[in-house]
């Protein structure tokens, strides 16, 4: 299947019911939750579910992600020691701070890998980057930091509740500035350290036509995929982050056209102009068209 995946679906690692669903559903890559969605109590359960679910699923798809507990809570060992051993795709880190989180968790990852007999390095990592006030000023630092590295994404709640705002939301409904520069700088983070810029979450799931706004939103951005808290999200989503076969009949003629002509930096097309940067974007439309979805 896709290594970049189009939807990221959470769900509480600490219920079979929900882990079983999201498995039969159509997610190309699932985040079994340890950290938010499951009270202190349940956590050690919900590390051995989590660890089964992994052991027991098809890996052809989706990816399988398991969100871990932040490394300075004096969880994430724990968590790290249950999983690692059923080789999860990848972890999720939350609330990084810069690409020093990073590194420690590397670290970590690294002993733990070699404890249990998994290959060194085969772990991914992806980072929740914006949860706090400081983390806004680490998101030039994740380049170059680890080759586990995969994917940043972004999320507004725990920044809010760090900055002590009464609501993320302007009077007209619309994010704040802070939490759109929070995403913008998630994005421009992500690329610079060339990986996968995810975007947050939308927090009304009975809202399919507000989704897919968002989702169209992103993906004009620059987002090539998206968080999700309900399955019900997942076919929106996969399908705004597909590059429709309009798209990806005029990327083939761009890239044709410049192959063609390789001694010309611009070159006219339908009646417009166009040069390297045009060239780039139908790349990575042609990129995207390949890797979208199960395959």
């Not at 995946?5 to 959470?10: A, G, H, I």
């Not at 660890?51 to 790290?80: C, F, K, T, Y």
Request: net charge negative; with cysteine; glycine share 8%.
């Amino acid at each position: 299947m896709s290594t970049i995946p189009r939807s990221w679906l959470f769900v509480p690692a600490d219920s079979d019911k929900k882990i079983a669903k999201a498995l039969g559903g159509e997610a190309d890559a699932i985040i079994l939750d340890l950290e938010d969605s499951v009270a202190e109590a349940n956590k050690p359960a919900a590390r051995e579910t989590a660890a089964a679910a992994v052991a027991d699923a098809d890996r052809d798809r989706p990816q399988l992600w398991i969100r871990i507990n932040p490394p300075d809570s004096g969880l994430a060992e724990a968590d790290l020691a249950a999983i690692i051993r059923t080789r999860p795709y990848g972890v999720m880190v939350p609330k990084t701070e810069s690409g020093s989180d990073i590194d420690t968790l590397r670290r970590m990852l690294d002993a733990e890998e070699g404890a249990q007999r998994v290959q060194v390095g085969s772990t991914k990592i992806s980072a929740v980057a914006t949860e706090t006030a400081a983390s806004l000023f680490g998101l030039g630092s994740y380049a170059g930091v680890s080759d586990r590295l995969a994917a940043l994404t972004w999320g507004a709640e725990d920044l809010s509740a760090a900055l002590g705002a009464s609501s993320k939301f302007d009077a007209d409904g619309e994010l704040s500035f802070t939490y759109r520069l929070a995403r913008s700088l998630c994005l421009a983070g992500a690329v610079a350290a060339d990986v996968q810029p995810v975007d947050s979450l939308y927090g009304d799931f009975r809202d399919q036509e507000g989704l897919k706004a968002d989702c169209e939103k992103g993906r004009r951005e620059g987002f090539t995929g998206k968080l999700a808290i309900h399955p019900a999200q997942v076919p929106v989503i996969n399908a705004a982050f597909t590059p429709s076969d309009a798209e990806v009949e005029h990327a083939r003629k761009v890239v044709d056209l410049f192959a063609a002509n390789p001694d010309l930096g611009t070159i006219g097309l339908d009646g417009k102009m166009l040069d390297r940067p045009h060239l780039l974007q139908a790349q990575r439309v042609l990129d995207r068209a390949d890797l979208s979805g199960p395959g």
